[in-house]
């Protein structure tokens, strides 16, 4: 291959996008083992703390966390029936199309558990200074 400077895009990208693969892998494997939550899991949590009443619609989601609506709405089916129910989904009263789901204090207890090792991994991952 020439080294020209689309290759030196496309290798600067493969590089990029292995060590997030590698740090995503890593960062899910611990969140698995220690809470039984995929990755996905815990990017709800992640953006429903982000919300002032840790609440947000159904679609919000969807584009926050990019995934298609049925698909969120098997993640949040499984968090819902988590041993201590995670999350919590309601219709709208002015909106009966609107779904809104809401971090239980079980999620907000959970999501704070994750939060130290996934900080804790980001540090130890030299490859990229995450404390910028």
């Not at 292995?18 to 698995?32: A, C, F």
């Amino acid at each position: 291959m020439q080294d020209t400077a689309e290759c030196k895009i496309i290798h600067s990208w493969m590089r990029f996008t292995s060590q997030y693969r590698r740090l995503e892998q890593k960062i899910e494997g611990r969140i698995h083992n220690r809470t039984g939550l995929c990755l996905n899991d815990f990017y709800l949590l992640y953006y429903l703390c982000e919300e002032p009443e840790h609440t947000m619609r159904i679609q919000d989601a969807c584009r926050c966390v990019q995934m298609s609506q049925s698909a969120l709405s098997r993640l949040v089916k499984r968090l819902e029936e988590y041993d201590k129910p995670v999350i919590s989904r309601s219709i709208c009263l002015e909106d009966k199309r609107a779904v809104y789901i809401t971090l239980t204090e079980s999620g907000k207890e959970l999501y704070e558990s994750i939060i130290k090792d996934m900080a804790d991994i980001l540090l130890e991952f030299k490859e990229v200074d995450f404390r910028k």
